[in-house]
């Protein structure tokens, strides 16, 4: 039932930055843990970030560093800055939302294109 809508996804040359970000409805925002996957061709989804209702940070090694992710609760939106952007950061990037405590209620977003190439 909740509707993740992401947005900000594009073309950018290495070294650049830009910032994605993910607008949810339905749920009751402030209780889940929110986040980000990304998909790289011919790879498995894997995390990029997390953040918590209790704004604890979780990163992946390729990009901890270069990316941050933020939530701004009364808007419902989850956001990820991605700076030093680099080729392999190519991929279809997925808002994420798991409900604290229940790993089993979760919800995907359809997906947004980042390429970063010259």
């Known amino acids: 039932q909740a509707q993740l809508v992401e947005s900000g996804g594009g073309l950018v040359q290495p070294g650049g930055s830009l910032r994605v970000s993910c607008t949810i409805s339905?749920?009751?925002?402030?209780?889940?843990?929110v986040g980000w996957y990304r998909r790289a061709p011919g790879k498995q989804r894997t995390l990029v970030a997390t953040i918590t209702p209790y704004y604890n940070e979780n990163y992946a090694d390729s990009v901890k560093g270069r990316f941050s992710i933020s939530r701004d609760n009364p808007k419902n939106t989850v956001n990820l800055q991605m700076n030093s952007l680099k080729p392999e950061d190519t991929a279809v990037y997925y808002c994420y939302a798991q409900r604290f405590r229940a790993p089993n209620v979760n919800y995907w977003g359809q997906g947004t294109q980042v390429t970063v190439s010259s």
């Open positions: 339905d749920i009751d925002f402030s209780f889940y843990t």
